[in-house]
């Protein structure tokens, strides 16, 4: 129940094209639900994140959808570029507890030029 | 930019002795995790502390790890003794409050021979 399952494992896209990347959660308690980007040899750093009361979110090319019902929640990467290559971990944690994110395995995006 | 300072970033050492792995929370932020990446379990988190209190070292071998904050601007992680299973990455991260993002700083490195 404490597992978020993230896919694709890794995704290649060419330049302008949209990325997807999809995350499912079975524990309901989660209400807040994180992106976040990784290049190497650097920490994950915070892309966007949403809370269960609202489906989307945008902020520039990035947005998530969120399907509370399905348990679902997504990234979406608008107008990819080659910059945008990295590991884009989505996580989930309840607030009322400690803080605790829960991470998905991660996904490797390439975006070819 | 204010930022989640780590030290060392790389550490190579022989099995068996002692590792110990700073991180210095970003000003004002009350809240800091110790999080471990490896390529099999991808992250995972050791510990937590709020106020400067742990609150939450369920993820962490207690036989030989160890974490402390012995201020507000410095927590520690220590391994004693280590093992080659140890070697990951161990991030530091910091924030406000439970459920607020998580700020991260670039990792140790840590090999064990």
């Known amino acids: 129940q404490q597992q978020v399952k993230q896919s694709p494992q890794s995704l290649i896209v060419q330049k302008g094209g949209i990325s997807i990347i999809n995350c499912a959660y079975e524990n309901t308690a989660f209400d807040y639900f994180p992106w976040y980007q990784q290049f190497p040899g650097k920490g994950p750093a915070l892309l966007i994140a949403i809370r269960p009361d609202v489906s989307e979110k945008k902020e520039g090319r990035f947005t998530i959808s969120f399907n509370k019902s399905a348990k679902q929640f997504s990234l979406h990467i608008m107008d990819s570029q080659p910059g945008d290559s990295a590991t884009y971990f989505c996580?989930?944690?309840?607030?009322?507890?400690?803080?605790?994110?829960?991470f998905g395995q991660g996904t490797t995006l390439q975006v070819k030029p | 930019d204010a930022r989640v300072t780590q030290t060392p970033r790389h550490k190579v050492t022989e099995m068996g002795q002692e590792v110990t792995m700073r991180c210095q929370p970003i000003l004002g932020h009350n809240t800091v995790f110790w999080y471990r990446q490896t390529m099999m379990q991808g992250l995972e988190l050791l510990a937590y502390f709020r106020n400067r209190a742990p609150l939450d070292d369920s993820g962490m071998p207690k036989d030989r790890f160890s974490a402390e904050m012995p201020d507000a601007t410095l927590a520690t992680l220590k391994i004693q003794p280590s093992e080659p299973r140890d070697s990951a990455v161990y991030f530091c991260?910091?924030?406000?409050?439970?459920?607020?993002?998580?700020?991260f700083g670039d990792g140790t490195r840590l090999s064990i021979l």
């Open positions: 991260a910091s924030g406000l409050e439970p459920g607020v993002p998580q700020h």
């Open positions: 996580a989930a944690s309840y607030s009322s507890n400690t803080g605790k994110l829960i």
